[in-house]
């Protein structure tokens, strides 16, 4: 049960007279209600209040009515109207609205208070309009209530001190409180999905719910005898911390919930990058024999010019069980800049020594009304190619772009800019262009570029933690080129997608 489940059950007893045990000594709900028709009667003689057309009328709950529950029999069905003077304020025109003075509230505003929040773009009358509008309809005095008619139906505002303020008509129905009613009980009554669901029910038909003046008079109360109301409301004062205290942990176990699969993924692929996934096989071939095969592809493609020979060349070893990286001749260790050990079977490389590491324009190529999507970070999302707010560019320029940054089947695409990283890895041919992307290219066959999806996904939260950039964050080329990577044998490399992949098919289910 959740938290405003269980609340609404604790009201729902309340107003149905289970929730604390009645008391044979208390005085019955008829005779309070007799003393308040007479105070009633008492004000309109004095002029304090009008006459309504059925002040002497025979109680309409006097007749057979089909009552929604069952209440003791210490209690009485009332009607809101019986009790209070159900009114509105004099209508204040938007052109009277001020940015200071006297405080207007519509039924955000209502809403605002009810739960404690700062209002958000406040309103505010003059004093000559207040006091003109006042000496017509009157001022809410303490103990009164303000419902709210539009919007979020029926939240209230409890009036407690002398402050001035007004409110508008239509917007927010006044419940004056002529006969002192125990306010605290009508609260409760009115925190009660049953008087929510009422009001809904009796707006049922109109084009906006409204909760009009008309449908409040005749809202049922479920009355208690006084001692009573005061007993309901004192136990319902001592129940709602726990209640608090279970919507607090409610709301922790839910964000936990929803973070859960989330950070088993995480835990998955850190295991996976650190070779803890799979069982290593002492028959794979070593991932240093696959880097010497992807440097001699390098270096034919270098001796044919296609592609530049690279200005700085890293080569990691490990020695006496420390690794030590020789760039141009001169080693150095290295250990401070591994964040994990590896098995001896695989090996740490710069992601340029790995995988051809490139990106896509940087400049903003004209835009055309329809032509080549260009793709940005904005439409890399959870592994896939968003193509809902795409931009378009000429054949052209999509045609030079693509000399150097041309995206084929298999190849990786990585944001960098903004939201550093959200890999995709491309698995059907499809004719866009890429702007501010990442876009690693495999050297040769034997290349898994499911596991570089993989660890992307993972060593991305690093890459974040390092970007440059304040508003925009971002991580430049030379970055993922000189990024190191984690390397296993191809064949654990094959058996580590599997795994991953059987394991987060089970988590969808979760």
């Known amino acids: 049960m959740k938290a405003q489940q269980l609340k609404n059950a604790i009201l729902q007893l309340a107003i149905q007279g289970k929730l604390v045990p ?36 025979k109680r309409p709950l006097d007749v057979e009515v089909d009552f929604p529950f069952e209440i003791p029999d210490s209690w009485e ?5 019986e009790l209070f003077e159900i009114t509105s304020s004099k209508r204040v025109l938007q052109s009277q609205w001020k940015t200071s003075g006297i405080p207007f509230y ?25 006091n003109e509008s006042t000496s017509i309809s009157g001022k809410p005095e303490i103990g009164d209530l303000l419902v709210t008619g539009v919007g979020t139906l029926g939240q209230y505002l409890v009036v407690k001190d002398d402050t001035p303020f007004y409110f508008k008509d239509g917007n927010v129905v006044w419940f004056k409180n002529n006969s002192k009613i125990y306010i605290e009980y009508i609260c409760k009554y009115m925190d009660s999905k049953f008087f929510i669901d009422s ?16 449908n409040a008079k005749t809202m049922l109360v479920p009355f208690p005898p006084l001692n009573e109301q005061k007993r309901i409301v ?94 141009n001749g001169i080693e150095r260790c290295i250990a401070d800049e591994l964040p994990f050990e590896i098995p001896e079977s695989w090996c740490w490389v710069r992601l340029n020594d ?5 990106d896509g324009t940087h400049d903003t190529p004209k835009y055309v009304v329809s032509g080549i999507p260009l793709v940005t970070s904005k439409n890399l999302n959870n592994g896939k190619l968003d193509f809902s707010n795409i931009k378009y560019i000429s054949e052209e320029d999509h045609k030079q772009i693509s000399l150097r940054s041309g995206v084929d089947v298999g190849d990786i695409l990585f944001a960098m800019i903004g939201s550093i990283g959200n890999p995709v890895l491309i698995k059907e041919n499809s004719n866009f262009s890429i702007k501010n992307i990442g876009l690693f290219k495999k050297y040769i066959s034997d290349t898994s570029m499911e596991y570089v999806y993989y ?21 430049s080329l030379s970055f993922l080129r000189d ?8 064949n654990e490399q094959k058996r580590i997608v599997q795994k991953i992949e059987e394991l987060f098919s089970h988590i969808e289910f979760l």
């Open 22 to 57: 009645q008391d044979p000594n208390d005085e019955p709900a008829s005779v309070l209600f007799e003393k308040i028709q007479a105070e009633k009667e008492k004000l309109i003689a004095e002029g304090k209040i009008k006459k309504t057309k059925k002040t002497s009328d």
């Open 77 to 81: 069905w009332v009607r809101l109207g």
């Open 106 to 130: 519509r039924a955000r505003e209502i809403v605002s208070l009810k739960k404690g929040q700062e209002l958000k773009d406040p309103i505010f009358i003059d004093i000559n309009t207040y």
């Open 199 to 214: 009001i809904y029910s009796s707006s049922q038909g109109t084009t906006v719910g409204t909760f009009t003046i008309i």
């Open 234 to 327: 004192a136990k319902i004062e001592e129940l709602l911390p726990f209640i608090e205290e279970y919507d607090k942990k409610e709301q922790k176990l839910t964000t936990l919930n929803q973070q859960f699969p989330d950070q088993l993924k995480k835990s998955i692929l850190q295991a996976a990058i650190q070779g803890q996934l799979v069982a290593q096989d002492p028959n794979d071939e070593p991932a240093s024999e696959l880097i010497k095969r992807i440097q001699a592809e390098k270096e034919r493609l270098i001796s044919e010019k296609k592609i530049k020979k690279p200005k700085v060349k890293s080569e990691i070893a490990v020695r006496d069980g420390l690794p030590y990286e020789i760039i």
């Open 354 to 358: 790995y995988l051809d590491v490139r």
């Open 455 to 475: 660890m992307l996904l993972k060593l991305q939260d690093d890459m974040r933690k390092k970007a440059s950039g304040g508003v925009q964050s971002f991580v």
């Open 483 to 490: 990024y190191l990577i984690p390397i296993p044998p191809l």
